[in-house]
T-cell receptor, first 113, second 109 residues
Framework: DTAVSQTPKYLVTQMGNDKSIKCEQN?????MYWYKQDSKKFLKIMFS???????INETVPNRFSPKSPDKAHLNLHINSLELGDSAVYFC????????????FGPGTRLLVL | GIQVEQSPPDLILQEGANSTLRCNFS?????LQWFHQNPWGQLINLFY???GTKQNGRLSATTVATERYSLLYISSSQTTDSGVYFC???????????FGSGTRLSIRP
């Protein structure tokens, strides 16, 4: 069974569109994260939720809106996609909010044309 | 904010060689993790190591928090060790996490 799963794995879309990426973890963890990895492989945290509550919200454009319907799911919705949003987006989870061992999903490769 | 620097940025080795990867950080941290990103993009957690030394097979890690660095040792390298190795530090009560820029390791057969 996959511990942290993301859908879709690949997403190709036009500028200006709205898209969502879904993430689910079956580890029973309380904390989930979204990261963005750019073309130079630099990884940056975007958001973190603990028990459905937002605890980290980095300087990310408000076109990005996370939603956590329950503690096993953290979805990422992106409005009005721009070329610079092209990247790999990783979801991760950990048992607690104190940056314990994190387990990553396989990533979603987003290409905005 | 806190700075995380990894060295070397790139490392090319023959199979069977040993290597040491370094992670320096500019301020006190609550924790530190090492990750391996394989050539297919998957990120695997190697160690959660805020201080001390841990070993897992051919890999071991040491963090000296008072001197603000961590080392990852890979012994008897195999081609499957190729990829990018990241360290990530957590700091402050706000659960901040910063990744280093990574060390790209290539193991030649």
């Amino acid at each position: 069974d996959t511990a942290v799963s993301q859908t879709p794995k690949y997403l190709v879309t036009q500028m200006g569109n709205d898209k969502s990426i879904k993430c689910e973890q079956n580890l029973g963890h309380d904390t989930m994260y979204w990261y963005k990895q750019d073309s130079k492989k630099f990884l940056k945290i975007m958001f973190s939720y603990n028990n459905k509550e937002l605890i980290i919200n980095e300087t990310v454009p408000n076109r990005f809106s996370p939603k956590s319907p329950d503690k096993a799911h953290l979805n990422l919705h992106i409005n009005s996609l721009e070329l610079g949003d092209s990247a790999v987006y990783f979801c991760a989870s950990s048992q607690g909010a104190q940056q314990e061992t994190q387990y990553f999903g396989p990533g979603t490769r987003l290409l905005v044309l | 904010g806190i700075q995380v620097e990894q060295s070397p940025p790139d490392l090319i080795l023959q199979e069977g060689a040993n290597s040491t990867l370094r992670c320096n950080f500019s301020d006190s941290v609550n924790n530190l993790q090492w990750f391996h990103q394989n050539p297919w993009g998957q990120l695997i957690n190697l160690f959660y190591i805020p201080s001390g030394t841990k070993q897992n097979g051919r890999l071991s890690a040491t963090t000296v928090a008072t001197e603000r660095y961590s080392l990852l040792y890979i012994s008897s390298s195999q081609t499957t060790d190729s990829g990018v190795y990241f360290c990530a530090v957590g700091y402050s009560s706000a659960s901040k996490i910063i990744f280093g820029s990574g060390t790209r390791l290539s193991i030649r057969p």
